[in-house]
């Protein structure tokens, strides 16, 4: 057991192929977050995360202890207590859940572990995207393990503890990342999103108190708990705290993932982790933080990735996994590409998303495809306030237009040039 | 209540309401899809946006889903802001993309939501150049049309069919912009009330396939406040006439019966009315020249008033026509000779439970009540056979448990989906207690599948146990559960019915009623009655006047002349049994709609006017007296009863006569407005069209509409389409001319309709105290039914909705849902009888004999056995088995 502080604490134990064993988890250190934990009081525990000032590291980012406290506690709340770990990463151009379940499942359980003891929660679910088989198979060894060893069930480690843990894999829709949507598919109902509220905390699964949260935010439980909320603060290089896995996607010379404190800006990440740009082509814009994110320009390459820096530059941090858009790529087939999937994805509840969706895709492909005409521009600005926040039932549709409001705003030069030249100049090039 | 501003102006409006409610309930036009007064909100269509201001220094507002938002005091909001209205134009664009544009071709052009919507939220001009999405669509059965490319996917419908009604074999597929609403596969809907799809959905994709048969639009319909006469619950209706053809029924909201939804017998059983083998004429038999003869109405009349005049005369009523027509037939003949066509069992016990009611010994609830209570009990009747309507207020009542708890988190009931997220499988306590699995299983608690005999001394230990005359102790498990639930409920409910022919099992559960409702006054009771007017036609008879009673004396003493008023004795009695009794009898006068079995053995048929031609009353099951208005002028020589038995006393004044002869029908005549000289109200739409030129090809004269002293319609577009102190003829309305238009002819949303009457009550809420004396434990758990000699069976009725009222029977769409006739029973009882691997079995009683097919239902108990309701009522209950070969 090492009590050496560390600097990299979502993937301290990310080293190998195979991911560690539970004794090889706990000889590193693994599980004594946990430990430290049950000594303390839930409430204890609580005001630790809080402090912290831990923030959902799912894309919206809300405050994780001020979830957390909604959840009724007492002998009068309700129960069973439900807790969920959302691992259903189908955002476009994020795959930093998958890395840390193929690699690190115990480092989930434990994190789940001290949710559970945190708002009292007896039964927990992992809901795992369809597509990761290897995170499941990973997992389900994880959780065999816990069982046999007393860190699942009943009473665990000898404590008041009683926490079942199961694991679910999706039948793979984008929307089950939505949290109200991921709590109807556990339930055998179609993944449509719920009204709220009430909000998932007071009745969510089977109507019963629920937290969901993000698979890499229950990685970051274990080293608060065990360091101490200032040390979590100060991983953090600007406002936030904590580390984060950042990734870049696109055309850059080293493709990857890493975690990095909060704050470090989109030019270190782009430059320095992923190698810049290959050799020649030059950055023409990004996406900060998966496919429902608005553009950034290079000149926002100073930004640090922070959730409010981001938002103050007209973007969203998001899932912190950057896509760029190189010169010799069709800004308008990128977003067509973003809006199509949004578009198959809407679960078909709500008119904006489901009807809107799809017809800015039509119009954006037959842009693309050299069919546009000049009144199709005014079309898609119409749909991206149509979809709006507050206009339609949850956020996958003001999300879908992000990438393109911020298209509209950046590169509007290349959609008029397509409908001019009835082409796209950048099939011409290549 | 709250103050909100609206586009400037003050309104004070419900706090326990929506936005959305409350603009309609002002007569505000706020466009919306999704939202329905009975099942809440949920927000998916989006359509009824409004600005939301934070203060009165906010000019920017934020756009607001009014149906999602409670009306709280001071709120300021703007409907027609123009980033709405922007919104709302943006809307119906995405919601049309798919949309066929085939008005001119679908049936709800002309009452469509969707386009009454279009128009309000000014949407004119299509951008989108895409190819549209299309489906397959599905035929689901005899009674609704499917054309899923015409939908708008606001899950009206698969929120009414799964989550209102409890249907399970519809549903909502795919996702995206590709979602489907239909089937598994093609299909009967085998719910029971799935008519009220085509109403629910906003525009065409459910449509009504009887009206499909002889479709006109809805401005060519000529309309009128009516009633439902298929079972004893008295649902309002709007049946729709054109050119002497019935078209179709549709839904009239009454707020204490059936509110916005019907059943599918109500709906679609009405073709009756337009039955090629509707009587047109009198007929009479000669009986020397071996003819039957066409006579005038003069002479049948003549001979009519000859034949009551003979020195014998004998008199059948019926429970399925009108007061007044009983009546009528009743003055003629004399109370002496006038004899309901029940038996003396379901007689007697309507007449007990009457009394009950009357003496305040047992409320009378309405559906309405129903749905309002906390915990039910349903004893001994398949409600979902015999008054549909019921199970479907019962499924309603579960519910209330899961509003009750939301409440509690402050969610408000109309928030649909959110309570049903809340309440999850909660449910109020509904345990039935039957003698067969029945369709409403799924939404109780439990259900117990018992003999009579045992539900006696079920209902008995229950209500032992609930006077604490004996100990917990030694009771059942199943009724120690029963009475814990009714003991803790705030606003229990007995359900039951008359027809279950055991008296034994209505005598106790009256007595359990009677008990609960001295220890709880808000307890209620429904007892649900065979025919829609079995309460009425016992009002006008004795007890031991009845069809037993009836055919002994005929049998005794055959009259010279039997006078049958639209009931045909061969649905209860068996051929073996009838036929040499009316070969007796000298005279038979049968008046009805149809040739019945019983009509074709007349010496003299007159044709009578069915429910919609006629004005009537009618006493359902709680002792409501309705009024039915007639919808079109009787074509051809049919007349109502009333005036086949006295021509000269026309309608008012026999209403008149009724109140003076019947105390408790004194009010009757306030049911009924005459004609006034001012104004009167149209039947027909204004935009009726081609009115002279129907007739064209036999007549190019402009028809004179043909007068209605009676009431205040015309049969005609002229005159008022409201008046403030009668109800209307058809509901539509400027900028609303689908059935949507109800919100503007109600008082309030989820209120009455205005101007019209809720039905005279003959039982007011008891006046009595209810009375403390706890009596008759004599038969206190014991079996009180006489038991089953050796070798025989006992047969129950295996009620169907389709198949057990009459008229409907007669309709070909009901035809094609009448379930095949079977015996049912449980295969250690086929054993018993040894009928093993038997596929038919001869069912012998003294009465006569038939064969049924054999079907297995190990949820019948031991000793009886379920055989089609007629062929019980023809065999007797109880008969011997064998194997048919």
């Known amino acids: 057991m090492t009590n050496a502080q560390p600097s990299l604490p979502l993937t301290q134990y990310c080293t190998s192929e195979q991911p560690l064993t539970l004794s090889a988890y706990q000889q590193q250190g693994g599980y004594s977050g946990f430990k430290t934990a049950l000594e303390q009081t839930p409430e204890r525990v609580l005001e630790t995360i809080k402090d912290s000032r831990l923030r959902g590291r799912g894309g919206a980012g809300f405050p994780t202890g001020l979830k957390w406290s909604f959840v009724p506690q007492g002998d009068n709340a309700p129960s069973p207590k439900y807790l969920v770990a959302n691992g259903d990463e189908m955002e476009p151009g994020a795959f930093k859940d998958r890395y840390l379940l193929e690699q690190a499942p115990h480092q989930l359980i434990e994190g789940m572990l001290i949710a559970a003891h945190t708002i009292g929660a007896s039964i927990g679910y992992i809901f795992l995207r369809y597509e990761y088989h290897m995170a499941a198979k990973r997992i389900e060894n994880a959780l065999q393990e816990c069982y046999q060893a007393g860190l699942l069930g009943n009473k665990i480690q000898g404590s008041e503890l009683t926490f079942d843990l199961h694991i679910h894999t999706s039948a793979g829709r984008y929307i089950c990342g939505e949290e109200t949507a991921l709590i109807n598919a556990l339930e055998g109902k179609r993944a449509n999103p719920r009204a709220k509220p009430p909000y998932p905390q007071v009745a969510g699964l089977w109507g019963k108190p629920t937290i969901v949260n993000n698979i890499e935010t229950f990685f970051c439980l274990p080293g608060i708990v065990q360091y101490g909320a200032d040390w979590f603060q100060q991983l953090g290089r600007h406002k936030d705290s904590g580390t984060k896995l950042f990734g870049v996607s696109g055309r850059v010379k080293k493709p990857g993932l890493w975690e990095l404190p909060m704050g470090t800006t989109i030019r270190e990440i782009i430059e320095e982790h992923a190698g810049g740009m290959c050799d020649g082509y030059q950055l023409r814009g990004l996406i900060p933080g998966g496919g429902s994110t608005d553009f950034l320009l290079p000149e926002h390459l100073d930004t640090p990735m922070d959730y409010d820096e ?25 977003v067509h590409n973003l809006v199509a999937f949004f578009a198959q994805e809407s679960c078909g509840w709500c008119t904006p998303c489901r009807d809107g969706l799809p017809s800015a895709t039509y119009v954006l492909e037959q842009i693309e495809t050299g069919h546009g005409k000049p009144e199709d521009m005014t079309f898609l600005e119409d749909i991206v306030d149509f979809v709006a926040p507050g206009n339609t039932f949850c956020a996958l549709a003001p999300g879908a237009a992000e990438p393109l409001q911020s298209a509209l705003k950046y590169f509007r030069d290349d959609f008029d040039q397509h409908i001019k030249d009835g082409c796209c100049p950048y099939q011409a090039v290549q | 209540m709250a103050t909100i501003i609206i586009d400037g102006a003050k309104h004070e409006v419900e706090t326990d309401q929506n936005l959305l409610q409350a603009c309609q309930t002002l007569g505000l036009d706020v466009p919306y899809f999704c939202w329905h007064p009975a099942m809440g909100s949920v927000g998916s269509c989006r359509q009824c946006a409004v600005t939301l201001f934070k203060d009165a220094e906010d000019k920017q507002g934020r756009l607001t889903m009014s149906c999602m938002t409670p009306v709280t005091d001071g709120q300021i909001l703007a409907l027609n802001n123009p980033d709405i209205i922007k919104f709302r134009d943006m809307q119906i664009e995405a919601l049309m993309i798919n949309h066929p544009h085939d008005c001119p071709v679908c049936e709800e052009g002309g009452e469509c939501h969707l386009q009454d919507m279009t128009l309000m939220s000014g949407h004119v001009k299509r951008r989108f150049r895409g190819p549209k999405q299309t489906h397959v669509n599905q035929y689901l059965g005899p009674f609704i049309g499917h054309e899923m490319n015409r939908c708008i996917a606001c899950y009206r419908c698969v929120r009414y069919y799964r989550d209102y009604s409890g249907g399970t074999d519809f549903d909502v597929f795919a996702s995206r912009n590709n979602v489907y609403f239909g089937r598994a596969e093609d299909g009967d809907l085998e719910n029971e009330f799935s008519g009220n799809l085509v109403e629910v959905c906003p525009t065409g994709v459910f449509t009504d396939k009887t009206y499909s048969q002889h479709y006109v639009r809805k401005w060519d319909l000529q309309s009128a406040p009516s009633i439902c006469t298929q079972c004893s619950l008295g649902c309002n209706t709007f049946p729709a006439e054109r050119n002497g053809i019935l078209r179709r029924i549709t839904n009239r909201y009454h707020p204490d019966i059936n509110g916005y939804f019907l ?22 038999r000669n009986t020397e020249q071996r003819s039957t003869d066409k006579i005038t109405t003069q ?15 004998l008199a059948v009523g019926s429970a399925r026509t009108s007061l007044e027509n009983n009546f009528a037939l009743r003055q003629l003949v004399g109370k002496d000779n006038f004899y309901a066509d029940c038996s003396q069992q379901v007689l007697r016990q309507i007449q007990v439970l009457s009394q009950c009611h009357q003496y305040g010994l047992l409320p009378s609830s309405s559906l309405q009540t129903l749905e309002s209570s906390d915990t039910a009990l349903l004893i001994g009747e398949d409600i979902t056979q015999t008054a549909p309507r019921i199970a479907l207020s019962l499924r309603q009542m579960t519910g209330n448990a899961g509003k009750q708890k939301a409440a509690e988190m402050g969610i408000a009931a109309w928030q649909d989906a959110e309570v049903r997220n809340i309440c999850q499988q909660l449910k109020s306590p509904l345990h039935i207690i039957s003698s067969h699995a029945t369709r409403l299983d799924d939404a109780a608690v439990n259900t117990l599948c018992l003999s009579p005999a045992q539900q006696v001394t079920l209902i008995n230990e229950i209500d032992a146990l609930l006077n604490n005359s004996i100990d917990a102790g030694v009771a059942s498990r199943q009724a120690r559960n029963i009475v814990k639930d009714l003991q803790t409920a705030k606003q229990p409910i007995l359900v039951t019915g008359v027809h279950t022919d055991s008296e034994a099992l209505l005598r106790a559960t009256i007595q359990l009623g009677q008990t609960l409702y001295r220890l709880n006054s808000r307890t209620g009771f429904i007892c649900a009655l065979p025919q829609a007017n079995s309460m009425g036609l016992a009002l006008l008879t004795a007890t031991e006047h009845n069809l037993d009673t009836a055919l002994k004396k005929i049998e005794k003493s055959p009259p010279k002349t039997l006078i049958l008023l639209e009931t045909d004795l061969y649905r209860y009695c068996s051929e073996q049994l009838l036929e040499p009794l009316l070969n007796n009898i000298e005279n038979i006068v049968v008046l009805d709609h149809l040739l019945t079995p019983t009509a074709q053995s007349a010496d003299l048929l007159l044709p009578t006017t ?22 079109f002028p009787a074509p051809d020589e049919r007349r109502p009863g009333h005036l086949w038995f006295n021509a000269e006393t026309d309608f008012h004044s026999l209403l008149i006569e009724v109140a003076d002869c019947e105390a408790q029908l004194k009010s009757l005549p306030s049911l009924f407005t005459p004609q006034s000289e001012g104004f009167h109200l149209a039947r027909q739409t204004i935009r009726a069209t081609g009115r002279a030129a129907v007739k064209a090809v036999t007549n190019v004269r402009e028809q004179q509409p043909q007068q209605d002293p009676d009431s205040p319609y015309q049969y005609s577009p002229e ?22 238009s109800l919100n503007r002819f109600q008082e309030e949303i989820n209120g009455p309709i205005r101007g019209s009457h809720p039905g005279i009550l003959l039982h007011e809420k008891a006046s009595v105290v209810p009375s403390t004396d706890t009596t008759q434990p004599g038969y206190l758990l014991q079996d009180s039914s006489k038991p089953i000699a050796e070798g025989k069976l006992q047969l129950l009725a295996d009620y169907n909705i389709f198949r057990d009222e009459e008229l409907s029977s007669y309709v070909s769409a009901i035809q094609q849902r009448t379930p095949q006739a079977a015996i049912k029973m449980n295969l250690q009882q086929v054993k018993q009888s040894h009928c093993e691997g038997a596929d038919k079995l001869k069912i012998k009683a003294p009465a006569g004999s038939c064969i049924l097919p054999l079907y297995i239902d ?28």
């Open chain 1, 310 to 334: 981001i938002g103050n530059v007209g973007s969203r941090m998001g899932t912190g996994t950057i896509t760029v858009l190189d010169d010799q790529f069709c800004p308008v087939d990128m």
């Open chain 2, 299 to 313: 002479q049948a009349q003549q001979r009519l008033r000859e034949l009551a005049k003979s020195s014998s005369v």
């Open chain 2, 263 to 284: 059943c599918d017998r109500g709906r679609f059983g009405y073709d009756f009315v337009n039955h090629s083998e509707r009587l047109t004429q009198p007929w009479q």
């Open chain 2, 719 to 740: 005159g008022a389409a409201t008046l403030p102190e009668q109800p209307p003829a058809y509901l539509w309305h400027p900028n609303w001319n689908s059935n949507e």
């Open chain 2, 858 to 885: 190990d949820s019948v108990p031991d000793g009886v056995a379920l055989v089609p309701t007629n062929l019980l009522q023809q065999l007797g209950s109880v008969v011997q088995l064998e194997r048919a070969e």
């Open chain 2, 610 to 631: 069915s429910f919609a031609e006629m004005h009537g009353s009618w006493v359902n099951y709680e002792g409501r007296v309705q009024a039915a208005t007639s919808c």
